[in-house]
């Protein structure tokens, strides 16, 4: 879906620019007792809490990716790990209960075995007790493990939408026409399919290092237009 790739290339944005911008990485950890206040404010409407809450469980995305590195490409996995992370910081409801972390963590592995549900040869026949891969632990993932996320698809998917056009429409003003073509076969953009580092080198002819370098410049390129849009939040 459409829609759905811009998301993803935001949730690669948001991870990208984590990394850089900070020496240490992803934003340290916050205690519990920040988290709430966090959480009331995000609940209050505060959109910056959401942003803060989303940033500093980056590294829980990190953590749990390491759990499925055997079952596909790793930087596939983190930006589907992103993407469930902002779901649970969405839908989280804090009178039910249930720690941020413990529903977050439950929402991002959802949405890895999602994705690696969706990479599988579109011919195959799937029932519920097909293996999709294996963890780092070498347990087998079923697709009984895939369960849903609480969500306001409508309200987030209106929102969505205006984020992807803004996204594309800042993608064409400031990256250059190969730039933009790398960005759109990377991560699926514009109605292409998502390739790899090494498939894109394929069929643009050139070396895969170089498809990352132009790849990470292009990213650096947006990724304050992208935060200074407010994207993030």
């Known amino acids: 879906m459409i829609l759905d790739s811009f998301i993803n290339f935001l949730s690669k944005i948001m991870c990208f620019s984590s990394f850089v911008g900070t020496a240490t990485g992803f934003p340290k950890p916050i ?11 995000m609940e209050d409407g505060d959109k910056k809490a959401r942003k803060k809450l989303i940033e500093h469980n980056l590294r829980l995305v990190a953590h749990i990716v390491k759990k499925y590195s055997n079952a596909g490409d790793a930087d596939d996995l983190i930006s589907a790990g992103t993407i469930g992370l902002i779901k649970g910081i969405d839908s989280y409801k804090s009178e039910k209960g249930s720690q941020l972390s413990t529903y977050c963590a439950r929402c991002i592995e959802n949405e890895i075995l999602m994705l690696i549900r ?6 195959q026949v799937y029932s519920l007790e097909d293996t999709l891969g294996e963890d780092k632990d070498g347990n ?3 697709l009984e493990d895939t369960v849903g996320c609480d969500n306001d698809e409508l309200a987030i998917q209106t929102e969505n939408k205006v984020i992807a056009e803004t996204i594309d429409k800042i993608l064409k003003e400031k990256l250059s026409t190969r730039e933009y073509q790398i960005l759109c076969m990377r991560y699926g ?3 292409t399919p998502a390739l790899t580092q090494r498939e894109v080198a394929k069929k643009l002819g050139i070396s895969r290092s170089y498809i990352s370098r132009l790849e990470n410049k292009a990213m650096q390129t947006v990724k304050d237009d992208v935060k200074n849009k ?4």
């Open 118 to 123: 969706m990479t599988k040869k579109h011919n």
């Open 230 to 233: 407010n994207l993030f939040i």
């Open 140 to 142: 087998e993932i079923t």
């Open 189 to 191: 953009l514009n109605n």
């Open 31 to 41: 205690t519990l007792e920040e988290e709430r206040k966090l959480v009331k404010k």
